[in-house]
């Protein structure tokens, strides 16, 4: 069977019904049509074409950006989208560009750390796009360490405004998206100096160019920083540099929610947390999350369709070996599928955790805010680099022909992979969670009982006096055959154990130091590890969790299961040496669990194709030849082939002035 009857054919195998795994993907029936209408909007308008991008050059590429973001806008309008709608369209658009920045943070941080009034005056112009915004924190010197900021906002009670200033050539802003070329308005952050006297930093809103004419106002100076990593990608963004010469703004732009400054320029401090400062950032790593099950689904989509598609050896019959029946092909990219699913899932439940936390903020209750910010950073961090890391492995489970920017594999890295940057350095906002979790291992011999998340570490308290030996988990006992690693608590005991073993070990540790700050900076890259795992057993626990809700649809159910353990076992497998060393499994049970894992193989591999066809995802949006829905890869990849400029004429430019000389020179020596 070759070329477009393959995909039917694996289509025909399929053992689940196709269409209600499409809603369980989308999250409810009204998503998945919401989401189904505005991606079929977007791949039959012409206007958002995008199978040019990485041929074009930087202002080209830039300019087609605006194109699409203003006509999207237009039809945003027009049609009366809902937000919901506005943002699946985003989403299918496909295009990194400064109405993201304008509607994913500059909003938000008004909403999030404006007061009522503030918000009365600039939601209304956000709203409506009469002013352009964008998030301006990181600075040439300092990203991770906002603390370290060094623009300056001084109070003048004279005249009741506050002078902005860039000190040093590092505090220039270098990095906000949108700032470079579009934004008139920007929430920067500056540390705050009234009466001599510094307070920390905070969000001010300041306008930078001209309504009128767009050009930079006084003591402003503004640009793009430069081409980044990969042609078209992420360089559909004005990335930007800006610095400020003694620039005015009135008091009242100072986003004042957490704390105000009197006409006297004195400090009153809100009854809401410091910490707020930093919400527009625990909203956005929320939606990073959601966004890396969407990046990963569609790399492992791409890599699924191909290789089936693909052939290389094993005739036995005449016909080769498709790839995807290799099991170390199944063994690289079957875990990627699953982790598709899983990061989808812990998503929706860090969206539920992100509503939860900020009504409560609403009613005045600060509670659950740290568990919120562990949760986001922690998971951002593990789903980017899970997803970056996954995008590359499908660029190489495609061989020769992912390297082409018609696998829509390199074009898809590019674009991801800064997600492993932006919102906080992965490593950084890991040493958060750690911080978190020694903070919690700490309170419990106070008698504080842990939640939500860190709850498992009050119920296995008992080990924390112990000294981790294998006898105290109750695992041990029982997995005694390969099908035991399939009961539910069975696998969340071994993810708790392996998790409350290492943070207690590496609190353990922590004590030992004098100076826990020494002791903290010393032993960091054990607590990444502590706080990796601690990560992973919350996807793994909310994977389970989804598996005990009403599942309806022909075998959706089975199919969710076999991916949650693959997504378990898998980790386990990866992760072996925490589960031994950390006592919580022996040697055989490992063994055991691969034995599943490959059995478990089995069972994805004939329902694999429609598990990718439920993301349902358009050729439009996939923009790969290697993915396509019909599977007709050989012909379009030829096709393709003669699209590219340099086919544009049989000799290429430049044959007159060094090809031909070249060879004649040869000829000459030769004859000589
Ligand atoms: C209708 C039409 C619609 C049209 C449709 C369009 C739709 C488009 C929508 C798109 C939506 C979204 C897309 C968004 C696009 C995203 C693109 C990404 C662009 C990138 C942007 C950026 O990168 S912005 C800059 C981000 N920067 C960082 O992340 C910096 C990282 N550093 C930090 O976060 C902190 O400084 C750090 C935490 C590392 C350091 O803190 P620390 O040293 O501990 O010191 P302190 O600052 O003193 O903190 C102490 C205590 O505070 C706690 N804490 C820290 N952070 C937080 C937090 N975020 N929340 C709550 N609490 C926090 C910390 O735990 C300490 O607590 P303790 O109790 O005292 O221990
Ligand atoms: C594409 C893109 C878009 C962006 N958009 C915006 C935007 O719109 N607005 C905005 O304000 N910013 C934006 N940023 C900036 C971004 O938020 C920062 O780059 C990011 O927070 C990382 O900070 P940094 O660059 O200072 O990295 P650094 O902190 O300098 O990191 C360098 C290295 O040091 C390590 N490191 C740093 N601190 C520690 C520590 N305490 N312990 C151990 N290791 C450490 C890191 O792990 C990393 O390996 C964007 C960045 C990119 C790449």
Known sequence: MEGVDILPHERSKTQFDVDAMKIVWAGSRHAF?????????????????????????????????????TYAWKRILELRLTEEEAGRLRFFVDEPAFTDLH?????????????EEQQQKWLPLAYKMQIIGCYAQTELGHGSNVQGLETTATFDPDKDEFVIHSPTLTSSKWWPGGLGKVSTHAVVYARLITNGEEHGVHGFIVQLRSLDDHMPLPGITIGDIGMKFGNGAYNTMDNGVLTFDHVRIPRN???????????????????????????TMVFVRQTIVADASSALSRAVCIATRYSAVRRQFGSQDGVETQVIDYKTQQNRLFPLLASAYAFRFVGEWLKWLYTDVTQRLQANDFST????HACTAGLKSLTTTATADAIEECRKLCGGHGY??????????????????????????????????????????????????????????????????????????????????????????????????MCVARAQNLGKFANPEDGFAE????????????????????????????????GVKQQLQNLCYIYALNLLHKHLGDFLSTGCITPKQASLANDQLRSLYSQVRPNAIALVDAFNYTDHYLGSVLGRYDGNVYPKLYE????????????????????????????HNSRL
């Open 253 to 279: 732009q100072m986003l004042m929610r957490v704390l105000q400054v009197t006409s006297e320029g004195k400090c009153v401090q809100s009854n809401v947390p410091r910490q707020l400062i930093y919400g």
């Open 523 to 554: 032993l960091s890259a054990d607590l990444v590890e502590a706080a990796v795992a601690h990560c992973q057993l919350i996807v793994v626990s909310k994977f389970l969790d989804k598996l005990q809700q009403d599942i309806p649809g022909n």
């Open 369 to 372: 805010l740290p568990e919120a």
């Open 640 to 667: 393709e082939a003669w699209k590219d400029p340099l086919n544009d004429s049989v000799l290429p430019d430049g044959y007159n002035e060094y090809i031909r000389p070249l060879l004649k020179q040869q000829l």
């Open 404 to 501: 082409l920017c018609a696998s829509g594999l390199p074009e898809l890295f590019a674009v991801y992979v800064p997600a492993c940057t932006y919102e906080g350095d992965n490593v950084v906002l890991l040493l958060q969670v750690a911080r978190f979790l020694m903070k919690t291992v700490s309170q419990l011999g106070s008698g504080k009982k842990p939640i939500g998340t860190t709850a498992y570490l009050g119920r296995v308290q008992d080990l924390m006096q112990c000294r981790c030996e294998v006898q105290t988990v109750g695992i041990i006992y029982s997995i005694n055959a390969a099908e035991d690693w399939l009961k539910p608590s069975v696998m969340l005991e071994a993810f708790e154990a392996r998790s409350a073993r």
């Open 103 to 115: 509607w994913g943070m500059f909003v938000p941080a008004i909403k999030g750390q404006g007061t």
């Open 33 to 69: 049509e919401v989401s189904d209408r505005m991606a079929r909007l977007v791949a039959s308008d012409p206007a958002f074409q995008k199978d040019n991008r990485s041929r074009l050059g930087r202002k080209e590429l830039f300019k087609n950006t605006l194109r699409k973001a």
